[in-house]
């Protein structure tokens, strides 16, 4: 069964807001990664957030892990119409990564 | 300087027809994948290849057959395509097999199928 699950499923938002977005997973995990995905193009890994973080930020991009309620979210601070795309959340153990199904983020300029 | 490529980028052929896609990486990584994503986004591994030896196998119907000559090509040949096979596939490698989530993986462009 799917380990990952988005929400929102699309979030449409003005170019210069924050978007969030949300991760809940079922097991217990020792990491959790999120990737974007651009139309067209394969996935490009944004960042990784091991069990014992609880906040983690990369430029724009600020991720938290709460292992208690087994849930993760994105959020991207004064969004550009260039990160319109779809994001990821990705968990597993041993060999794969289990995705979501993503939430597509349309940035209106 | 493309870290995983993939050839074709598009695929158009006919049920029951036999294709390869290719790919290959220059990442000097030890473990390739192959995913599958289907029209609704939902990306989902079929399998994993650690240095040649075939590791991950996700109950992937045996039409599809990976081949891995060497750490840096896995390939994917698809017999007797069905409509359903139609979906994006995408190769991946990443650094070190094992604790998978501990390290990204790299994604090469994908190769869109369409059986017709």
């Known amino acids: 069964s799917q380990q990952g699950e988005e929400d929102p499923q699309a979030l449409s938002i003005q170019e210069g807001e924050n978007a969030t977005m949300n991760c809940s997973y079922k097991?217990?995990?020792?990491?959790l990664q999120w990737y974007r995905q651009n139309s067209g193009r394969g996935l490009v890994h944004l960042i990784l957030?091991?069990?014992?973080?609880r906040e983690k930020h990369s430029g724009r991009l600020r991720v938290t892990l709460d292992t208690s309620k087994k849930s993760s979210s994105l959020l991207i601070t004064a969004s550009r119409a260039a990160d319109t795309a779809s994001y990821f959340c990705?968990?597993?153990?041993?060999?794969?990564?289990?995705f979501g199904q993503g939430t597509t983020l349309q940035v209106k300029p | 300087d493309t870290a995983v490529s993939q050839t074709p980028k598009y695929l158009v052929t006919q049920m029951g027809n036999d294709k390869s896609i290719k790919c290959e990486q220059n990442?000097?990584?030890?473990?390739m994948y192959w995913y599958k994503q289907d029209s609704k986004k939902f990306l989902k591994i079929m399998f994993s290849?650690?240095?040649?030896?075939?590791?991950i196998n996700e109950t992937v119907p045996n039409r599809f057959s990976p081949k891995s000559p060497d750490k840096a090509h896995l390939n994917l040949h698809i017999n007797s395509l069905e409509l359903g096979d139609s979906a994006v596939y995408f190769c991946?490698?990443?650094?070190?097999?094992?604790?998978?989530?501990?390290?990204?993986?790299?994604f090469g462009p994908g190769t869109r199928l369409t059986v017709t």
């Open positions: 957030i091991r069990s014992n973080e």
């Open positions: 990705a968990t597993g153990n041993t060999g794969k990564l289990i």
């Open positions: 991946a490698s990443s650094q070190v097999f094992g604790q998978a989530n501990s390290y990204e993986q790299y």
């Open positions: 990442l000097g990584h030890d473990t």
């Open positions: 097991t217990s995990i020792n990491n």
């Open positions: 290849y650690n240095n040649k030896e075939l590791i």
